[in-house]
């Protein structure tokens, strides 16, 4: 069984950055792909990062391309997800979600494990 905890969420300006860390405890964490999914009020989770394995590939939503950094250490079983150029429409519970297969998956039911969320708010 994996554990997933999520931390780093908080309030911030638009414009401003947060650092999200996944902490995972389990089966061996090098053997897990791993994914960032948020979902905000009133809508459905969405996909917003995934790095494999050994961290060699990512993948991203296009909303968060090029302002979201995936990243991983396999040595401290954490996974990261460094946001910048934040803006109110990033506002959601930010979940980290883990699974068994090596395919950098955009879909959540593909994942296996998941953590309880991280709120983040970005004011305007």
């Known amino acids: 069984q994996v554990q997933l905890v999520e931390s780093g969420g908080g309030l911030v300006q638009a414009g401003g950055s947060l650092r999200l860390s996944c902490a995972a405890s389990g089966p061996t964490f090098s053997s897990l792909t791993m994914g960032w999914f948020r979902q905000a009020p009133g809508k459905e989770r969405e996909f917003a990062a995934a790095?494999?394995?050994?961290?060699?590939?990512?993948n991203y939503a296009d909303s968060v391309k090029g302002r979201f950094t995936i990243s991983r250490d396999n040595a401290k079983n954490t996974v990261y997800l460094q946001m910048i150029s934040l803006k109110p429409e990033d506002t959601a519970i930010y979940y980290c979600?883990?699974?068994?297969?090596?395919?950098?998956?955009?879909?959540?039911?593909?994942?296996?494990?998941w953590g309880q969320g991280t709120q983040v708010t970005v004011s305007s």
């Open positions: 790095i494999s394995k050994t961290g060699g590939s990512t």
């Open positions: 979600a883990a699974r068994l297969n090596s395919v950098l998956s955009t879909q959540g039911g593909r994942y296996d494990y």
